[in-house]
Every structure is written in structure tokens, then in C-alpha cells.
């Protein structure tokens, strides 16, 4: 009777924790939910008054010659970069935001990797240092690899991971590879660099929205921490992952793995659009 009334009085317990954890979940649940709302309205509020700054900056610059003093031209300028990186921080909080809240489609459409490649170098370009101290190599991907997956987005990763490879990287080059896992129906895309490379300790954090590393070409490079977190997202949209492998002093590999073809989890709020 003794032993009964133990156990009775330990389900009971279990009982009461599991519908404790079951509180606190459902409670975390809703905190992160009004974090992702407050980020888009956030976002959404702060685009219109950008632009009317961004506007009128660029209508102050295009003013006749001689109308604005050399000092009067450097602020007005500064104001203009000022709201352009604004704009971009806000543009990347609010793509972060309505992945979050399931509110992005999926564009699943049949394309070939060489071809996305060199739109990207196309794209890259203008980013390139002129003195040529870093060079950005696309290996051929393997003979016609073909996939059928939100290009957009995929582009969109690479883009980041390879502005970035460009940022932390005084010499050497940035190498973009793909390679299919045959086995797994997944490809997985490369960015590796010789550029300075990240702590063990760092690995994590940079991941996280607005995750950045003290290093001493942070403050010329003016990042935001959100690009890596967008990629994440984006990734795990694409029924995908990233992950990095990191060398101190000698360089970064920056992954993303993803399905070869895109197919719509059970539960997904969006299946594929084709377009
Ligand atoms: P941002 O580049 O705007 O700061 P990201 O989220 O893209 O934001 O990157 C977060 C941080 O990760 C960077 O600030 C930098 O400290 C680190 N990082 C990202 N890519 C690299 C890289 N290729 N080499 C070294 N550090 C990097």
C-alpha cells in the first residue's frame, strides 16, 4: 500500500511538471510570435520614412553645381549612406520576420547551377576589389546539375556568405563549389575563403540575429549581424541547413545543404508555387 501510494504520488507529479512544461512552452511559443510581429511592423514603419530621407537626399545632391558647398555635398552624402544601410537592415529584419511567421512562398522551379553561377558572378562583380588582392573563383559544378528549388533563395545565401567571404578577406580568393551527395538527393554548396576566420567560441553566435565578431575589419564593413541569421532561415525554407568550418588566421568554409528537389513538408502553410 505504502509502495502504491509512492507511485501514485510520483505520476502525479510527472503529471503536474508536464503540464507545467506544456505552460511555459505554449507561453515561449507566444513570446516568439509577437517578437516576429513587433519585427515586421517595426520594419514596415521605419520603410516609409527611409525612403522619403533617401529621396530627398538624392534630390539635394542632383541640385545644380556650386548650390551646395563641399561640406554641405560630404553630410548630405552621409545622410544618404546612412539611410541605405538603414534600408538594408530593415529589408533583411523583415525577410527574417515573415520566414518566421511561415508568410514566404516557396518558388520551386527546375534550373541549372552552372547558369545560377554565372549570374552570380555577373552580380558579384561590382564588389570586387580593383587591385585584385582577392579573387572569386566558381568551380564548375558537375556537368549539367540540374535542381528544382526557389533559385531566388539559394542565390540569395550564396550571396551573402560570398559578400561576406569578400569582407573578411584581405588576400588570397574565395572558391564557390557545389558538389551532389548522390545518395541523399542533396547539394551542397561551398564558400570557402582565406580570409580571418572565426573562434571556435564564435561559431554560434554569428548565426544569431545581430551576431557579430570583434575583429578589425568589422567597423569598415559596417554589417548588421542579420545576414547569416536570413540565411539560416532561408535555408531551413528550402528544407535545407548551414554550417561553417573555421580556421583562425587562415580562413572560413561557409556550407549550405540542400535538397536537389524541393518537395513541401506535412504542415507547411505554403506548398511549392510554380511559376
Ligand atoms: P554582418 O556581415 O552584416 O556583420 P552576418 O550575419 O552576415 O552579419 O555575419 C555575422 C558575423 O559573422 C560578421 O559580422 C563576422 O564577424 C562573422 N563572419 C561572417 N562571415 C565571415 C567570414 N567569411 N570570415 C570571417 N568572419 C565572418
Redesign the pocket.
Known amino acids: 500500500i505504502q509502495l502504491t501510494r509512492e507511485l501514485e504520488d510520483t505520476n502525479r507529479g510527472v503529471v503536474a511538471l508536464y503540464a507545467e512544461l506544456d505552460e511555459k512552452a505554449e507561453h515561449l511559443r507566444r513570446a516568439d510570435e509577437m517578437k516576429s510581429r513587433f519585427l515586421s511592423n517595426m520594419s514596415h514603419e521605419f520603410r516609409t520614412p527611409l525612403s522619403s530621407i533617401r529621396a530627398l537626399a538624392t534630390l539635394l545632391l542632383n541640385r545644380v553645381d556650386g548650390e551646395l558647398s563641399v561640406e554641405q555635398e560630404k553630410q548630405v552624402n552621409f545622410i544618404l549612406h546612412g539611410s541605405l544601410a538603414l534600408n538594408d537592415m530593415v529589408n533583411d529584419l523583415l525577410d527574417i520576420a515573415k520566414i518566421e511567421a511561415g508568410k514566404v512562398d516557396v518558388h520551386a522551379d527546375e534550373f541549372e547551377v552552372g547558369e545560377m553561377f554565372r549570374a552570380l558572378r555577373g552580380m558579384l562583380r561590382p564588389l570586387l576589389d580593383e587591385n585584385g588582392a582577392v579573387a572569386l573563383i566558381f568551380d564548375e559544378p558537375p556537368e549539367g546539375l540540374k535542381m528544382i528549388s526557389d533559385e531566388g533563395k539559394l542565390s540569395q545565401i550564396l550571396r551573402?556568405f560570398i559578400s561576406?567571404?569578400l569582407?573578411?578577406t584581405e588576400r588570397g580568393e574565395i572558391v564557390v563549389h557545389a558538389e551532389a551527395l548522390e545518395d541523399e538527393g542533396q547539394v551542397r554548396f561551398s564558400v570557402s575563403?582565406t580570409?580571418?576566420?572565426?573562434d571556435r567560441e564564435h561559431l554560434e553566435i554569428?548565426f544569431e540575429e545581430f551576431?557579430?565578431?570583434a575583429?578589425h575589419l568589422?567597423a569598415k564593413?559596417k554589417?548588421?549581424?542579420?545576414?547569416?541569421?536570413l540565411c539560416r532561415n532561408l535555408a531551413t525554407l528550402l528544407n535545407g541547413s548551414v554550417n561553417v568550418e573555421s580556421t583562425p588566421g587562415k580562413g572560413?568554409v561557409?556550407c549550405v545543404t540542400i535538397p536537389v528537389v524541393y518537395t513541401a513538408r506535412h504542415g507547411d502553410q505554403h506548398a511549392p508555387v510554380p511559376t
Open positions: 551573402n561576406n567571404a569582407k573578411f575563403d580570409g580571418l576566420g572565426i554569428i551576431g557579430q565578431v575583429n568589422q564593413t554589417g548588421t549581424g542579420l545576414g547569416l541569421s572560413s561557409f
